[in-house]
């Protein structure tokens, strides 16, 4: 007796639309997928060809600042970094970051997210968004996977301070070490940086995600030092470098002969932000640029390339409403990643991918995994992708959390 089975399930590499498979749940786990299962189960539901995947994965977040609703009036980074600043020291409390990322995690839950990794201020002397999200992480683990990355925003050698703020936050339990060399004072600062928290995690055997080379320069090229550092230090498939914009506008020969290939041999994978790249690059060039790393090329080396939010109303970004497809969807526009296999690799991207580089535990759609899983109104990841569809269903564990379907509704994905 399965405790429940879904029916007549359109799955990601499904061929067609009567390509449908049943997916029996036990015990919070995914005991079965196949076609005509018998009908021995607690709990049936009838997809009725509706797309089943397993949930989407938000890769790279601020929960710190979610919501905020700073206003950027110049749409630059810069602006937003030193508006954050000010917010911190204006308006920040622990209740604050607490309440907000609270409400914002059961919005996405309730779009299918169930798994975010999220970047966290330790510059904040009183490491008040740390103390708020491990907080939050440890009261929503029945609901979201949170994991959290030590983050020092104004720069690992901005001041001090810095350097033991960030142990502090590890020790606190924040998961995983971070850094943005392209914001250090200098060159060398940067590679310093990269070079000390790339040795913190492999002490603590922690993994790594650097906002990395965040820039329109094309010689911000500290995602070279970051390759380097990881292989020097054995730190082989456990470092992740986000964002990498100027690789838009790096020297092609350099990019496919040298760089790739290095972070190849680094087994490095990267996250990039589609909305929030494309809003807050291309500034200061003409004719102006496509701010994202080139994904087809990284994921085309062998790469596990994964594609996040980044923000939602907040100092960087006005708009955003925890929507993965829509994430997949800029993607695969900015990306040149418009074939059929290609729109799929999207999909991928905000599922799978980013559920690799965060090392979750028992994640996919696969007898054995635990059964997570969302299903959307929609035939296949095609419509999925151009209509961004209603969820009408997310699964936690086993246990039907989002339930949208109507008693009178025949007619979902016909």
């Not at 003409?286 to 080396?301: E, Q, T, V, W």
């Not at 299903?375 to 992708?385: G, H, I, P, S």
């Amino acid at each position: 007796m399965y405790d429940l089975l879904i029916r007549n399930a359109t799955l990601l590499d499904s061929v067609n639309t009567d390509d449908t498979r049943d997916i029996a749940i036990t015990d919070g786990m995914i005991t079965e997928i196949r076609r005509n299962l018998p009908d021995e189960a607690r709990t049936v539901v009838d997809a009725r060809g509706c797309l089943v995947l397993p949930p989407f994965v938000d890769s790279h977040f601020h929960l710190d600042s979610v919501w905020t609703r700073v206003p950027n009036s110049s749409g630059t980074l810069k602006e937003g970094i030193d508006n954050w600043f000010t917010y911190k020291q204006t308006t920040l409390t622990v209740e604050d970051v607490y309440d907000r990322a609270k409400a914002y995690c059961e919005h996405a839950f309730s779009m299918g997210i169930q798994a975010i990794r999220s970047h966290v201020d330790v510059c904040d002397p009183q490491l008040r968004g740390a103390q708020a999200l491990v907080q939050l992480k440890n009261d929503l683990s029945d609901t979201i996977d949170i994991q959290l990355v030590a983050f020092p925003q104004d720069g690992y050698f901005g001041s001090p301070e810095v350097a033991d703020l960030l142990n502090k936050a590890l020790d606190m339990g924040v998961d995983v070490v971070g850094g943005i060399p392209h914001f250090e004072q200098t060159m060398e600062l940067g590679s310093r940086s990269i070079e000390t928290l790339v040795k913190i995690a492999a002490e603590r055997d922690l993994l790594v995600d650097m906002h990395c080379d965040e820039s329109d320069d094309p010689n911000s090229r500290h995602v070279e030092t970051l390759a380097y550092q990881t292989r020097l230090l054995g730190m082989q498939g456990r470092v992740n470098a986000s964002h990498v914009t100027s690789m838009a506008i790096m020297d092609p020969y350099y990019v496919s002969r040298k760089l790739i290939p290095l972070m190849v041999g680094a087994e490095l994978s990267v996250i990039t932000n589609p909305l929030i790249n494309i809003h807050l690059g291309g500034h200061f060039h003409h004719p102006k640029h496509r701010a994202m790393a080139p994904i087809r090329d990284l994921h085309g080396a062998g790469l596990t390339v994964a594609c996040a939010q980044d923000c939602n109303e907040d100092p960087w970004y006005p708009l955003g409403n925890a929507d993965m497809l829509e994430v997949a969807h800029m993607g695969a526009h900015i990306g040149h990643m418009m074939g059929l296999e290609q729109l799929k690799t999207m999909v991928e991207m905000v599922t799978s991918n980013p559920a690799r580089i965060m090392n979750l535990e028992g994640y996919g759609l696969e007898t054995g995994c635990r059964a997570n899983l969302l299903m959307l109104d929609a035939r296949d990841y095609v419509e999925a992708l151009r209509t961004t569809p209603d969820r009408v269903m997310v699964v936690r564990d086993g246990v039907i959390r989002v339930d949208t379907r109507k008693p009178e509704d025949t007619s979902r994905a016909p």
